[in-house]
């Protein structure tokens, strides 16, 4: 089946008012229903290049483009283009605003000017999803870091974005924090939803991306499906990135010849099939 490109940046370049400059003509497109995940050390340029993708920034040379058509900046445009292209940011405090959870929940949907039912079943829904219905009436600032995180994107998950764009969504979270945000991600995911992610964890992004894109000093320096952007040693190099461990391992059991060449495995469960089946 053909893949779709549902969200591409076309040669964009912006510099900040003081005139730092923070994207130095980045291109790539974002598959529609695909998970990508978008690495590259601090500063990058990669929540930039997020803010580019929902209009918050103007680029200062190329275009955004959504659905083959180029993005345009009137209020009314910019309205739609941030339902359609949710961006749930590292902080969830730069987000969270009203008195308790479910008016924050409860924003986008009513500022989309839906009918009082329609955005009730939307926030219970995005609720649900992120496991934060117990909380509707708990003031915002009383929440944990993993509760305001969880907030933050059921407040997007309420607008039903075709794209969820999530800045670092794992930082500052525990291990099983970590896991559960996965988990939603992955059930968002399965509906359909273009999943974005911003993240330093190469392991995560090779086991679980469809593409992954690489950024470095305001530029994309290589995107594509995560087992042949990773087996390119430049594109690491450059971007100040390890080798995830999998593929390590695997490159040593081809070493010792037990592993007879191919794709290698991208997930535990994969290599240790592979392991048992060369007798290790």
Known sequence: MAETVLLEAREIEFSYPDGTPALGGVS???????????????????????????????????????????????????????????????DPDTQLFSANVAQDVSFGPVNMGLPPAEVR???????????????????????????????ALAG???????????????????????????????????????????????????????????????????????QEVFQTAGIMQQAGLPTPWILEVYRELERQGWAAGGSPPRRKEELLALIRQAGC
């Open 28 to 90: 790539a497109g974002i598959i529609q229903g695909s998970r990508v995940a978008v690495l590259g050390p601090n500063g990058a340029g990669k929540t930039t290049f997020f803010l580019h993708l929902n209009g918050t920034l103007r680029p200062r040379r190329g275009e955004v483009r959504l659905a083959g058509e180029r993005i345009r900046y009137d209020r009314a445009y910019l309205r739609e283009l941030r339902r359609t292209v949710g961006i749930v940011f590292q």
């Open 121 to 151: 079943e939307q926030v219970r829904q995005a609720m649900a999803a992120t496991g934060v219905a117990h909380l509707q009436d708990r003031p915002t600032h009383s929440l944990s870091y993993g509760e305001k995180k969880r907030v």
């Open 156 to 226: 997007v998950l309420a607008m039903r974005p075709r794209v969820l764009i999530c800045d670092e969504p794992l930082a500052f979270l525990d291990p099983q924090g970590q896991e559960e945000l996965i988990e939603l991600l992955e059930a968002e995911s399965r509906r359909g939803t273009t999943v974005v992610i911003a993240t330093h964890d190469v392991n995560l992004a090779y086991a679980w991306a469809d593409q992954v894109l690489v950024m470095a000093a305001g530029k994309v320096i290589g995107t594509g499906r995560p």
